[in-house]
């Protein structure tokens, strides 16, 4: 499916009420002040092919993957001057899909003169398979020479890894115990050009599988990873068995982060309603695709296409556009699910009740409606740690960029990290779709990455729009102090 929509899973909405500490969705085209006192903003470069992760190195360069220019660069936060330091031709990115040149992480080591220089990436490739998933992921690990300024030394630390058009999820970082995180989200299954292959985000890898380097079951899970791409001896045994799996259930995470303290937290798309902030927990479930956001059955039922009645085939309905489901496909209720591993988010964004209008007239033209859902496509999370420079009162929070709403949402935690404090506050509002963020070590600089097209709802009352006003390009937010 297109890389820029936010793609429909199909719902059965119920006569049930939102939780009572649900933040309840603005209005889709609700007003944003562009700029908080004190910031400016300003194009740091442009002209990227699909920017996907973004990290700020010890060197102080911003580094980048290029989903589709199959490329990653080091670009100079000072001069906004682009320097390619690898091209990986063996990269497969499909036209307006998902796939492509997408996770970074570099080695905590890097530059330290400690020789470990290693910079991990991850991306699609072909395998020489056919069926709906020909493809699939690898983490490859590079070798930075200072000297040339170029990756070398390939080794891929893993292969076969599941990889589609739609869902790859791909964030890759170190978390402090120096492994490997690495999210994959669901391929989009039950859904869309994928509706009928049934969803395997509950579904747990056998020993067996394991054992033969068979990874079909790691879609729509966070996996852990030595630095050689083996499972680490700490990794939890889930359900007998223990893999590279860290945490399962989840629909589409394209956002990691660790805090100081070590917790991480994760941003997850929702269906049509639900998008998520997550605590990863180790061992854990997250319910997708029983559960979308908190377990209330307000909004989302599970319709499993791949079982229904006479076949998949037979009950597909294109005009539905995720708003309804037609007989003969199972539906179940997220009441009639439990799992004593289940954890609920954090927060949502946002959850609704059967009283919310799926089809608001102000995204009918060319059955856009979706921009008009109470979601809002996080695709990115950064930890504000603040700092002398930084802004007062932002001090542990999450930074969660949004594709569909051109906005960054700051989620204030208390001092436990366990609890957001207050309703998510919408910043920096633009006409963009903002794929990553990156604070620099002083607070004062945001960095945000943009995605090339799509469509987003930015409009006065919320219509989609789809000329973006800094497309492939590096925004900067700079801090100087409230005026």
């Not at 709906?132 to 690898?138: I, L, Q, V």
């Not at 956001?293 to 539905?320: F, T």
């Amino acid at each position: 499916m297109n890389r820029h929509a936010i793609a429909p899973t199909l719902i059965l909405l119920l006569a049930a009420s939102a939780p009572a500490w649900a933040e309840p969705p603005p209005p889709a085209g609700a007003r944003v002040a562009p700029l908080p006192p004190g910031f400016a903003k300003s194009v740091l470069a442009s002209g990227f092919a699909n920017p996907h992760n973004m990290v700020l190195g010890p060197d102080g360069q911003l580094w980048l993957t290029e989903q589709t220019g199959k490329r990653v660069l080091r670009v100079d936060p000072a001069s906004g001057k682009k320097t390619v330091i690898a091209t990986i031709e063996d990269v497969v990115s499909s036209d307006k899909a998902q796939d492509g040149l997408l996770g970074l992480a570099l080695h905590p080591d890097l530059l330290k003169k400690r020789g470990r220089d290693y910079v991990y990436v991850s991306f699609s490739y072909a395998s020489g398979e056919g069926g709906a998933f020909p493809n699939r992921t690898a983490i490859r690990r590079y070798t930075y020479d200072a000297r040339t300024g170029q990756l070398g030394a390939p080794k891929d630390v893993i292969k076969g890894l599941p990889s589609s058009h739609d869902h790859q999820s791909a964030r890759l970082l170190f978390g402090p115990d120096q492994k490997l995180y690495y999210a994959i989200g669901d391929q989009g299954a039950n859904q869309m050009s994928y509706l009928c292959v049934p969803n395997l985000a509950q579904a747990l890898p056998s020993a067996a599988e394991v054992g033969a380097a068979d990874w079909r079951h790691y879609r729509g899970k966070i996996l852990r990873l030595n630095q050689d791409g083996s499972i680490p001896l700490d990794n939890p045994v889930i359900h007998g068995v223990k893999s590279h799996v860290y945490a399962w259930g989840i629909r589409n995470t394209q956002g990691m982060v660790f805090s100081p303290a070590g917790q991480l937290y994760a941003t997850e798309q929702g269906p049509n309603t639900d998008d998520e902030l997550n605590m990863i927990l180790a061992g854990r479930n997250y319910g997708w695709p029983n559960v979308a956001g908190y377990k209330d059955n307000a909004a989302y039922a599970y319709a499993n296409y791949s079982k229904a009645e006479g076949g998949c085939e037979g009950v597909k309905d294109p005009a539905a556009n995720g708003t309804s489901v037609p007989p003969g496909v199972p539906v179940q209720k997220e009441s009639a699910w439990s799992d004593p591993d289940f954890v609920e988010p954090l927060k949502t964004f946002y959850t609704v009740d059967n009283s919310f209008s799926f089809k608001d007239p102000v995204c009918a033209d060319n059955s856009l409606y979706y921009i008009c859902w109470p979601t809002v496509a996080p695709s990115s999370v950064a930890y504000y740690k603040g700092g002398k420079a930084g802004v007062p009162g932002w001090e542990n929070s999450l930074l969660i960029g949004s594709l569909k709403r051109g906005t960054i949402y700051r989620v204030r935690l208390d001092a436990t990290g366990h609890v957001p404090l207050g309703d998510a506050e919408p910043l920096f509002r633009s006409v963009n779709r903002y794929r990553d963020v990156v604070v620099s070590a002083d607070g004062a600089t945001i960095y945000v990455a943009t995605d090339v097209e799509g469509s987003l709802g930015t409009g006065a009352n919320g219509a989609p729009a789809t000329r973006l006003e800094n497309p492939g390009a590096i925004l900067v937010f700079k801090y100087s102090g409230a005026r």
